[in-house]
Each structure stands twice: as C-alpha cells, then as structure tokens.
C-alpha cells in the first residue's frame, strides 16, 4: 500500500468509511467530496474509501455472493410481471393482426418504430463508454463500462422486438435473412430496411461479445472465491456452491491471470473497441437511414446519420445515470466506485450531446426554410404549431432546455438533479423518434392524407411491457452478474502504477 | 507524487517538478525563422502571379474568364489556409475541455497554428474584395441582375445577401480571432507564471467557446464554400467541413512535429508514443470523414431529389468524377490501410508522409467542393498551374508565418501543470 | 498422476517427493512494482518458459518479461477485411447476378447501397476473429492447470502477483531457479506438481 492520497483520505472520511478524527481538514471544504477538486496538477482518484485491490474484489463479488439486499425480490417480482405483457400483447397481435395497434393508412408506422428506435439509441451508450471512452483512454470509464454494456445488450433485445412484430406475418421472418429457399429470392440488398437487419444484428452480437470478453478474468475471480471456499469450508458443500463455482468456471473458460494472455486479451480489447466505435456510430446511421433514404419531407435531410447517433449517445447517457444513480444509493460501497466525479463527467457528456441534438434541430429548420422546399418547411411548421406541437415542445424542453442546468456546476454535482434531468431526457428522446416519424408521416404532401394517430391500448401495453422486460433483464445482471469490471479497476488504482513507491518525475 | 499533490493542493504558483527536465535546446527553435521569410515570399509571388493574370487577361482581351479562374483558384488556397487555422483552434479547445495530459507537449504547435488566424483574416480580404468590387464572378447570387426573378435566389435573398454575408464574415472572425486570442495569450502567459489557474480558466473558456466554434465553423462553411451555389443545400455540411478541417489541422502539425524532432528538437517531449497517438487521431478523423462525406453523398444520390443531386451530377462527368474517385481511394482507403498498421503511426518519418499526403488529399477535397463551380457547364480544367499557383499562395503565406511563430515561441508549454503526464505518455497496449 | 518425465533440455528427471511429475515453482509477490522488477531479474536470467501472473496487467510488464509483439492484429485484419470482401461479394451476386429486380430506378450493379451491409459484415468478422484468434492464441479454453491445483494461487485473481518457471524450461534447476526467485523478492515459494 502506497500512502493514501489526500483526496481519498478527505472523501472517506467525509463518507464516514475512516474513522480517523486527528485527520487534517478536508481539502476543499466547498465541494466536501474529494473527487471534485479541480486541480489541474493532480487527477482525482477514480476508486474512494482507501481500497486495497482485496477489498474492490471483496465488495464487487459480495453484490453476486451475498445478494443485493431486500428490495431486489420484490423490484424484481413487479418487473417481472410487467414483462409479461410483452408475450401477452405479442400474441394477441400475432393471433389478430397489426391492425390491433393504432396505425392507420396514412400512419403505418407510429409507436412500433418509436420505440424500436427509442431502445436501440438507449443501446448505444454501452458501447460508447466501452468502446470510444477506452480508445480516448478516459480512466473514469472503468466503473460504469460493465453495467453501461449490459445496458446496451437488454436495450438491443427490446430494440429487436420491434421491427421483428411490425412486419405483419412473424412467421415469415427468416426471409429477411439472406438464407437460399425454395422460392429462389433473395432480400433487397437495396433497402435500408435490409441494412437494419444486419446492423442491428450485428451491434447485438459485437456487443455481447465484448461484454462477454471484458468479463472473463472477472468470472475467474469468482471462481476462485467460489473454489477457495469450498476448499477452506471442509465438509459438506451445499449445492449452490458448488453450481456457482461450476458456472463461474465454466464461463471463465479457464482464464488464469497470465500475463502472456493478458497481453492479447488488452490487444484484443482494443481491436474490439476499435471495430465497435465505428459500428455504434453505423448501426444508428443506418437507422436513420431508414428515414432518410426517402424522401419524406421531414426524413430526407443530410444530418440525420451523426444527429441520430448523437441522439444516441444521449439517451444513452441518461438511462445509464438513470439507472445508476438509485444503485449507487441501494449498493453498499457503490459510492467509492461511482464516485460524484462520475457522475459530473456523464452529466457533462450529456450537456454536450444534448448540444449536439439542439444543433441538429435548429440545423433541420434553417436548411428547411434555406433549401426553399415548400413541403419540407411546411412539415418543420407544422411540428412547431400543428396538432403534434406538444410533442415537439415537450422534445425541445426535455433535450434541449433541460440538460442546460448542467452549466451550474452546483447542478452537475447533485445526484438528484441529474437524474431528474436523465429522466427528462429519457423522456424527451422517446418524444424525438415520435415526433420525427409521426409528425412527418401525418402531414405528408397532400391534405388529403393528413389525420392523427392515435395509440390503442395494446400499442401502449407492448412498450410498457418492453420497459419491464429491460429492467428484468437489468436485475437479473445485476443479481447474478459481476457488475464492475474488477480487473480494469483496479489498474486504474493508485497502487496499480509498476513505479508506484519511488517517484519518477 | 501523492505527497506532492498534498503539499500544492493550494498554491497555484508551486513548481511542477517535470518543468525543470525541460532543456531550453529542446524546447526552441529559432532556426525556423530562416524558413519564413521565404515562404512568405514564395507565397505572396505565387498570388501576385495569380492576380497578375487575372488582370492582364481582363486588361488584354477584355474576358472575365480568367478572373472567374484566378478567383476559385484563390479560394481553393484560401480555404486550405482557414482551414489549416481554424482546425488547429478546433483541436486547441477540445484538448483543454476534456483536460489532456498526455497531449500538453503537442498543444503549443497546435495553438501556434491557431495564432495564425489574423493571417487567414488577410487572406480574406481578396476574397471580400472580389465580392465587392466583381460581385458574382464566385457567388452567383451576389449578381442581382444574373439571379433576377430565379425563385430559389429570391427565396434566400434575406440570407445571402452581400451585407448580411459581410456581417457574418465580420462575425465569425470576431469570434475566431477573440477564443484563439485568448487561448494562445493565455497559454503563452503560462509560460512566464505557471499558474496553473490558467489551466483551469482555457479549460471553462473552451467550454463556452466550442458551441460558438461549431457554430460559426458551420455558418462559414455554409457561406463560403456551400454558398457557392444557392440552389444546393445540405445539412451535413457543417460536419463535414468540420472533418476535413480537423485533418488538415492535424496533418499540418504532424508535419511540423516530425521537422522539428528531424532537428534534434523536442527530445523527451515528443515521443514516439505521441506520434502514435496522433496517428490514431489521423485515422480516425479520415475515418470521419468518409463517413460524413459518404452519407452525404449517399443519401442524396438514394433519395435522388433535383435540386440536391444537382450538385454531385455536375461532378460525376466532365472529369470531375476522376477527382470523386481519387476521394475515395487516396483520401480514405489508402490512408485507412496503411494507418492501420502500429509501425506507420509510430514512426515519425512515415507518418508525416502520410500527414503530407493527407494535406494534399483534403486541399483536393475543397477543390472539389469549390472549383467545379467555377465552370458549371463544364469540366474546365485548362489551366491547371494557375490552381496550383493559387492554392500554394495562400498556403505557403499561412505555412511562412507559421514557421516564424515556431521560431519565436518556446516548443512546448514551459509551466503546463500537466507536463509530467505528456513527458511520462506511453501507450502499453 | 502423470509420471515424471525428463526436462526437454537437459534430461533431468523432477519429481516431488510424493513422486508426482514437476510441473514448475511459484513466487508470489506483494505489488505490481517487486513483480516487475523480478521479472526482469527472471528474464535477464534467461528463462523462456515461465509466465507472471497478476489480477490485472501490469503495464510494461511486456517488456519486463521480453514478450514479443502478438500476431493477433494481423490475423484479425486479414479475417475481417475478408469477411468485408464476402460481404460485398454476395450482394453483388445477389443483386447484380443472382435476383435481378428493379428496385427504385437504380443500376442493378449501383455500388453505394452495398456499403452498409459490407461494413457490417467486415465488423462482424472482426469481432468474432479478435475474439476467438485471442483464446486460439491463448490456447483457451483450458479448464485445468497445475497451477489452479495451489491454493496460494488462487489468490491472484484478487490481489496477489506470482512469478512461475515451467520445469520444462532448459534453465531450471530446482536450487537455482529458487535461489533467483527467493533473491527477487518472492514469498512463499512452493514446487507446483504437474
């Protein structure tokens, strides 16, 4: 152990983890938490609470090992059963028709499309964290990448749910797959509908894969817990035990810390994120690709691809904190990995991609009166003051207006008030793929074609029932699942440094 | 080092350690300045050629054609310059908001390329001038009595017209000139104090000034080079412009990094590590690009509308789909190959060539965006010297002044507080 | 039980007094810093088959040990601009040879609506390559090891650092190789059966 670093000293003591009253005064008496001193020479330590390697390791294995606590069974128990809408409303579709759902002639896509696009955006901070955050070597990534990534994953399921029931006949699926057949055809190649299928699939399988490859070495250091239990146990081992270390085993594959290993794992981590920064960056593309290839006045405009990617980034972003910001409160020792310091550089990241958004709407505009296209300016008018203006406004206000109290730093550092804005923004980018789908497809070139969509109850069930199905998917993760990246964090530790003990510089 | 952070937390005037490695031999280079006299020189020569022979052909056979020629030529150089500059400011700022350390050695080089923004503002005035004085010959809409009664021009005359294209010319470099000001000023002021509240002041000031950057890098980019034809629009462009400019940013100093290690400079402060990083940085802002550029170009060739398919139709015949091809092939696929390999990134010598190839791939990249417009009827490409000529003037303008901000300026931020971290940079993986 | 059997390089024989085959010895260390330093003792030695173990990597420890670049980059190119290749290559067969249809007035042999699904493909390659080639390489999976076998070494996966010499190796000499162990700093040095 190297002498504690003063920032860690003040933070632990403020958060009552060192009991230590003869300690000199807390550095900053202003901002109290250690991890938000500004100071250009020094970097904020990543891990709080003067942790050793054992003791990340003890609590990060206690969450699988000991359980979350009380309320997880419950939490669970009522997600659980909201998922089971899912089923219940996919089958009733299946056994009626899509003509259960609100859609009409003129609006033939409406919440299916929301909320595929909706979730899979939701699904893109996973990767950026692991991905664009590691080539940008941001250390701060290493406590959220693990969770951000499972995110990712359950986002993508729900995502995939969508497009797979909007087609109608579900049992004629497969052919969306280039798979030879009887009938001798083969997809459309030319149609983004196409490309979706293959980018969505392929986010799903990188992205599992990558989650999958960063869990290794921490599946074998369950193992070993689980084994060096049952060795230092003596007797009877229950079967629990045994089950865990068995699965844990099995899941590690045999990792076994060497360094000659290590060396290819981090490359291949690399590559890994490599092909991941742009594949997150096509996978939201080609979404948007589907709007717009055509030309739909309020679909076909230029920017869509790094606009909807931005979009992305952002929802992202605020289900991560969302989702993070109660389990920092509900995990014991949660703070000293998500330190406030996490938090504010999300926040950041959210402030700056909801900039990005707000460019892209105020662009979407400018280029609509610029481009002297009467349709196209009419479409922008009519989601501004027409019958989906609160839709449009309540986007403006969630996205763009919203995350602008991140400027006040006394903003980016509460706990509250960023998950109060992540909410909004949750909010607010479901409302964005409303708008951007129905508000065009109500108002398209003839009046004869214009009319309101309006969602059945079956429309609504199906995405409730998508929300409980990520969030099942999200306790299970974190029930059974080792939620920190123990490995990274722990070369992001003081202590890691190979020159630690004598100074360098 | 914990100890040393515990006994500075307060003083923002204590020393960093890692100031005193720095050898003033490795931090200077005034044998720079030699250069600049005769790249400004070269520079100026090459644009009276071009001024000289736009005129003399008005003068003599009294056509405008050459006038028309010499100008896009200019722009091209123009653009290339802005570009070079304000990229540079671009990477200024988004290296102090996200607070890097590992880069602090290679700031200086950017912000003295950043500096060089009152030179681009010189070099604007030509083509200010010509819009004055030979309104039309470049914007077409400028001429009102060439645009009269065409709906689309009426419909965005409250845009682009030659007072508000003035005053947002006069905007945008009012915003340019001011951040890189202060963020060069204060940089250098940090050199004699080492007050590492500075840091933190170009940290908060890059904040607020990148929204303003983005926004007026795009509105300049929309004016001066989309603005070349009124019919054509496109709400990528910004992000576009953007990616080709950040490239030529860091082409130019990677260039400038490899000279100067060549001359025995930056020794410890300039690693192989650095390079690599900016070789990662080159190829992913290629990568950027062809991203930009091709959903761009896709979407609009799928969705196939008139008025926007217009502006790539009249660059896929006449010759022009050569240059279309050669973007595609020299300025992504080439580049990403051979930047995919670890060795290219890590040695300086290879890296600038492909830094210098880069530079010359974007400077096609603008010329394919701007000088097609010259002749919209045709490929007209007769007097290929008179564009180079007129894209080195500017340049070599921009390149002379630049070598002797070099040469007048430590190489490196003397009393950076981070400067242990970019003197310590290695990448393990 | 394996028997034991003879040192590739110089034929000895070792064997634990139970008579169990050698697999090698282990050291533990107490942090990153003594772990690099003793490897670089261990690799000035001139051993080649021993390998460091840590919860983590330790950076430079590459070249604390003298390990050799990895291949992997290569294979992983190779395989994922390939499989871009083939990606392109069935939808040009698809759409220009195969399935002729007329979809939205453009050329049966149109290249740009090819570009999403090559580049996604390539990605998908490359993903399973990186992957997979790093557990190829690694000659994973591989659920034992005589070193899973000690007890001490299960510790490494939470916070201790080992140092082990394969038997195998030409150099190992039971005395030497943990005289030059125990001189590095090790603790707790123990024979490893195989």
Request: with cysteine; hydrophobic share 50%.
């Amino acid at each position: 152990m190297t002498t504690l670093h003063p920032d860690q000293h003040a933070a632990g003591r403020l958060a009552g983890l060192v009991p230590d009253p003869g300690a000199p005064r807390p550095w900053d008496p202003v901002t109290g938490d250690g991890t938000l001193v500004d100071d250009a020479y020094g970097r904020a330590p990543l891990v709080l609470g003067d942790r050793s390697f054992g003791s990340v390791t003890d609590t990060v294995c206690g969450y699988v090992e000991k359980g979350p606590g009380r309320w997880w069974m419950p939490t669970f128990l009522i997600s659980a059963h909201v998922a089971a809408l899912v089923p219940l409303m996919v089958g009733y579709l299946i056994i009626t028709g899509v003509g259960v759902w609100g859609l009409n002639n003129r609006i033939d896509w409406a919440w299916d499309i929301t909320n595929f696009v909706f979730w899979i955006g939701i699904g893109h901070a996973g990767t950026l964290i692991s991905a664009i955050l590691c080539l940008l070597k941001q250390k701060w990534r290493t406590s959220i990448n693990r969770s951000a990534e499972a995110m990712t994953i359950f986002a993508v399921i729900c995502a995939g749910l969508f497009p797979g029931i909007h087609v109608g006949r579900v049992w004629m699926a497969w052919m969306l797959f280039p798979i030879p057949n009887a009938n001798g055809i083969w997809p459309n190649f030319r149609s983004p509908l196409l490309w979706d299928v293959f980018a969505v699939s392929t986010y799903f399988t990188v992205s599992a894969l990558f989650w999958y490859m960063g869990m290794i070495p921490d599946f074998a250091t369950l193992r070993d817990r689980a084994a060096l239990r049952m060795l230092q146990q003596g007797g009877p081992v229950p079967w629990s035990a045994r089950l865990r270390a068995y699965a844990f085993g099995l899941l590690a594959l045999g990792w076994r810390f060497s360094q000659r290993h290590w060396q290819r794992y981090e490359k291949a981590y690399l590559m890994l994120a490599g092909v991941s920064t742009p594949l997150v960056l096509s996978v939201h593309s080609i979404v948007s690709f589907d709007f717009a290839t055509s030309i739909l006045p309020g679909w076909h405009t230029t920017i869509f691809p790094p606009y909807f990617v931005a979009g992305a980034i952002f929802g992202g972003f605020a289900m991560v904190l969302f989702l993070l910001i109660p389990s920092r409160e509900l995990f014991p020792g949660m703070k000293d990995f998500i330190t406030l310091r996490h938090l504010e550089n999300m926040a950041k990241i959210i402030l700056v991609t909801g900039m990005m958004v707000g460019f892209a709407y105020s662009m979407e505009f400018f280029i609509a009166w610029y481009g002297a296209n009467r349709y196209e300016l009419d479409v922008f008018k009519n989601r501004a003051t027409g019958p989906y203006a609160w839709a449009y406004w309540t986007m403006i206000s969630c996205n763009v207006i919203s995350p602008q109290v991140f400027w006040v730093r006394a903003c980016r550092q509460s706990p509250l008030v960023i998950f109060l804005v992540s909410l909004a923004v949750t909010v607010g980018m479901w409302f964005e793929r409303f708008v951007i789908i129905v508000s065009s497809l109500a108002q398209a070139f003839l009046p004869a074609q214009w009319g309101m969509f309006y969602p059945t109850p079956v429309d609504i069930l199906t995405f409730v029932g998508s929300c409980g199905t990520f969030l099942t998917l999200y306790l299970l993760f974190m029930r059974f699942l080792p939620m920190f990246a123990m490995s990274e964090i722990k070369n992001v530790m003081p202590q890691a440094n190979p020159h630690a003990g004598h100074d360098h510089h | 080092m914990s100890q040393a952070v515990a006994s500075n937390r307060y003083d923002p005037f204590a020393p960093n350690p890692a100031w005193t490695k720095i050898k003033p031999a490795d931090a200077s280079f005034p044998g720079a300045a030699g250069l600049s006299t005769g790249l400004i020189g070269l520079g100026v020569a090459c644009i009276a050629v071009v001024a000289a022979v736009a005129l003399g052909m008005v003068k003599l056979s009294g056509s405008e054609s050459g006038l028309k020629y010499a100008l896009f030529s200019y722009h091209v150089g123009f653009a290339v310059a802005l570009g070079m500059s304000l990229g540079s400011l671009g990477v200024v700022m988004i290296l102090n908001a996200f607070a890097a350390g590992w880069s602090t050695t290679l700031r200086r080089q950017f912000e003295n390329a950043a500096a060089m923004l009152p030179v681009v503002l010189a070099l604007f005035l030509p083509v200010l001038a010509a819009a004055l004085l030979a309104p039309g010959k470049m914007f077409k809409w400028m001429d009102a009595a060439a645009v009269a009664g065409e709906p689309l021009a009426e419909h965005k005359a409250p845009y682009l017209n030659i007072n508000f294209w003035i005053l947002r010319a006069a905007i945008f470099f009012a915003i340019w000139l001011f951040l890189s000001w202060r963020m060069v000023g204060l940089s250098r002021a940090q050199d004699e104090s080492g007050d590492r509240r500075i840091t933190s002041r170009l940290r908060a000031m890059s904040c607020w000034g990148l929204p303003l950057f983005a926004l007026s890098l795009t509105f300049a980019g929309f004016d001066w080079f989309k603005g070349l034809d009124y019919k054509w629009f496109s709400t990528m462009f910004g992000v576009y412009y953007f990616a080709g400019n950040t490239l030529l940013a860091l082409a130019l100093i990677i260039v400038t990094l490899a000279l100067l290690r060549r001359a025995g400079r930056l020794q410890g402060l300039v690693t192989e590590d650095h390079f690599h990083d900016l070789g990662k940085l080159l190829f992913s802002f290629t990568v950027f690009w062809a991203y930009v550029a091709f959903s761009q170009y896709f979407l609009i060739w799928y969705a196939n509308i008139p008025e926007e398919t217009a502006w790539y139709q009249h660059r896929m015949q006449g010759g022009w789909q050569v240059l279309g091809a050669l973007m595609i092939v020299g300025h992504f696929i080439g580049p990403f190959l051979i930047l995919l390999f670890r060795a290219v990134k890590r040695s300086p010598t290879l890296l600038a060539l492909v830094a210098v190839w880069q530079f010359l791939m974007c400077s096609a990249d603008l010329f394919y965006v701007i000088r097609p417009m010259a002749y919209p009827d045709s490929s007209g490409l007769e007097h290929v010297w008179l564009d180079v000529l007129g894209w080195l003037g500017p340049v070599l303008v921009l390149l002379g002044f630049f070598a002797r901000r070099v040469a007048s300026n430590p190489l490196v931020p003397l009393k950076d507080p981070r400067l242990h971290e970019a003197m310590a940079h290695k990448n393990y993986v | 039980m394996s028997t034991p059997h003879a040192n590739a390089m110089n034929g000895n024989v070792y064997a634990t007094e139970g008579g169990a085959a050698l697999y090698g010895m282990m050291a533990e260390f107490d942090t990153p810093a003594d772990l690099t330093h003793a490897a670089e003792k261990v690799r000035d030695a001139g051993y080649a088959d021993w390998d460091v173990y840590s919860p983590f990597p330790v950076h430079g420890m590459d070249d604390a040990m003298g390990n050799p670049p990895t291949k992997l980059p290569l294979v992983v190119a190779a395989i994922g601009l390939s499989g871009a290749g083939l990606g392109m290559l069935l939808q040009w067969w698809v759409t220009s040879v195969d399935y002729r249809i007329v979809v939205q007035g453009k050329p049966y042999d149109a290249w740009q609506p090819w570009v999403p699904v090559l580049f996604e493909i390539g990605v998908l390659f490359t993903a399973f390559t990186a992957l997979l080639g790093m557990l190829a390489f690694n000659k994973l999976p591989m659920w034992h090891h005589p070193l899973m076998k000690k007890e001490r070494f299960l510790k490494v996966s939470d916070d201790r650092f080992v140092i082990a010499i394969e038997a195998a190796d030409p150099k190992f000499d039971p005395q030497k190789t943990r005289d030059l162990l125990a001189a590095a700093g090790g603790k707790h040095i123990e024979l490893v059966e195989e």
